[in-house]
């Protein structure tokens, strides 16, 4: 906005709302129409006009919330939000778990170890009581949420309830999943790796707290969830055994277009980064400033640390030794497809190609798990998924 006016405070915001509101329905949705009218000129010659339209409304109203500070109020870490249908509770920070380079990073940062929020989603009909210790065998989904480290919640009145909501709805392996409301990136706050402690904190819980064995921990991450996953995953791995309490890496991964590369090192004239711009919600300039805000104090030199950007192509001899056996799913018309790929390459260099399955779904965005009308690649990789949570 002109003269430095911050439209994320009021009465600014209220009045830059209204006025995109308005410019939305009386021009770029007519204009949207008339764009996608024929097969030829869409995104994506399989869509429908009312899923470019889904789309595009998706992304202006993303980009809208990130402008003005957001649209409505979304839960945070500072406060649990309990009501119906919600279970939660606190989840203690765990310093005694903090160590080598990243409690170096944390000390350098000035961030620390804290008390979050952490919600419990169940299998309708399960009669699952809250924290209660896992049956022989069980798996639990851990889940982390996307949104660039600087947007969204785990709390299961936001939009993000839906992907455990559907994991546990789908897939007869999984009577509940945990979801960490890990603190986010904004203005300067909660750098890295802020974040890593939270979803090292919400980790131990279920291990040290609620019984479930690493091995029955399957880590889901979606976008910058998937970043976090692989980030603590890393974690574990390296420092395992350095103290008595730190469990072991979980037993397998769910990665759903994960962010991989921070860097931009994958942002180059005709890549993904920008071919697939008019087939997603999320855009480059956007996933790059979310990206610039996450190492705070550290610099950007940070974004070319393994615990970052594992997927970076300025980051050489990325080791997975030891990562559990992994799923990715992707949508070819995203993106992050350039650095999703490098990252499953790299992966599989260490583990093996049969310890790696990739899911790709034709013509669909990044994160699309996201999107119940987004069918039927939706249902086909909660199907895949669901196979493969079986078969390990």
């Not at 880590?219 to 395992?240: E, I, K």
Request: proline share 8%; glycine share 10%.
């Amino acid at each position: 906005m002109a003269l430095g006016i911050s439209v994320a405070r009021q009465p600014f915001k209220g009045l830059y709302i209204a006025h995109s509101l308005l410019g939305l329905w009386l021009v770029r949705v007519p204009y949207w129409s008339l764009r996608n009218l024929l097969p030829a000129w869409r995104p994506r010659r399989s869509w429908s006009i009312l899923r470019c339209l889904k789309v595009s409304l998706t992304r202006f109203f993303l980009h809208l919330g990130v402008k003005v500070g957001g649209i409505g109020r979304m839960p945070g870490h500072r406060a649990l939000e309990l009501g119906k249908g919600v279970d939660g509770l606190y989840v203690d920070g765990v310093p005694e778990l903090v160590v080598g380079d990243v409690k170096k990073w944390a000390d350098f940062a000035g961030v620390a170890p804290t008390r979050i929020p952490g919600y419990w989603y169940h299998k309708p009909g399960a009669h699952v009581v809250m924290g209660e210790a896992p049956r022989a065998g069980e798996k639990v989904a851990y889940c982390l949420h996307g949104g660039g480290y600087a947007v969204f919640s785990a709390h299961p009145a936001t939009p993000y309830a839906v992907v455990p909501r559907a994991l546990v709805a789908h897939i007869p392996a999984l009577r509940r999943a945990f979801a960490i409301e890990y603190r986010l990136t904004a203005a300067g706050a909660h750098p890295f790796p802020a974040q890593l402690l939270d979803a090292l904190a919400g980790y131990s819980y279920l291990v040290n707290t609620v019984g479930f064995s690493p091995e029955n921990i399957v880590v889901v991450g979606d976008s910058a969830g998937g970043n976090l996953a692989l980030a603590l995953t890393r974690y574990l791995g390296t420092n395992a055994g350095a103290l008595p309490l730190l469990p072991a890496p979980p037993g397998a991964l769910v990665l759903l277009s994960p962010w991989g590369d921070l860097s931009g090192s994958h942002d180059t004239p005709g890549s993904a980064a920008f071919r697939y711009a008019p087939s997603d919600y999320i855009s480059t300039p956007l996933v790059n400033a979310w990206a610039s805000a996450y190492p705070g104090p550290h610099g950007h030199a940070l974004l070319a640390d393994a615990y970052v950007s594992p997927a970076s192509k300025d980051v050489e001899h990325v080791s997975f030794k030891g990562f559990p056996r992994t799923f990715i799913s992707l949508g070819d018309a995203e993106i992050l497809v350039d650095q999703i790929e490098t990252l499953r390459a790299r992966l599989a260099a260490d583990v093996g190609e049969a310890r790696v399955e990739t899911f790709v779904s034709k013509d669909a965005c990044h994160d699309f798990l996201w999107f119940e009308w987004f069918e039927p690649q939706r249902g086909e990789v909660l199907t895949a998924i669901s196979s493969w949570i079986e078969s390990l």
